[in-house]
């Protein structure tokens, strides 16, 4: 059974950090791609980076690059997403995800149960 883990979010003041963490189990990544999503309260979820479990770059949303920063440790069979300068624009629940095509405009096909992130003013 594949399960990811989310964890790491809270609440951050304006100009603050977090990192995320992903772990992930039940399976082998080694071809799937492992990505961030995020949905801010009344919007829909929005693709924030991906990166393929094997090795690669990362692919970031446009207005993600520069601030967010996606890793991976193989070993511990986790995913992190460093997030800095964080603004209450970024305020959402922030979802693990994997799949086999990492696909940002389809549907994933793992899901973890998200956490969540609040920037205050």
């Known amino acids: 059974q594949v399960q990811l883990v989310e964890s790491g979010g809270g609440l951050v003041q304006t100009g603050g950090s977090l990192r995320l963490s992903c772990a992930a189990s039940?399976?082998?990544?080694?071809?799937?791609?492992m990505g961030w999503f995020r949905q801010a309260p009344g919007k829909e979820r929005e693709f924030v980076v991906a990166?393929?479990?094997?090795?690669?770059?990362?692919y970031y949303a446009d207005s993600m690059k520069g601030r967010f920063t996606i890793s991976k440790d193989k070993d511990k069979n986790t995913m992190y997403l460093q997030m800095n300068s964080l603004k209450p624009e970024d305020t959402a629940v922030y979802y693990c995800?994997?799949?086999?095509?990492?696909?940002?405009?389809?549907?994933?096909?793992?899901w973890g149960q998200g956490t969540q992130v609040t920037v205050s003013l």
């Open positions: 995800a994997a799949d086999q095509y990492g696909d940002p405009d389809y549907e994933w096909r793992y």
């Open positions: 039940g399976r082998n990544f080694s071809d799937y791609a």
């Open positions: 990166i393929s479990w094997s090795g690669g770059s990362a």
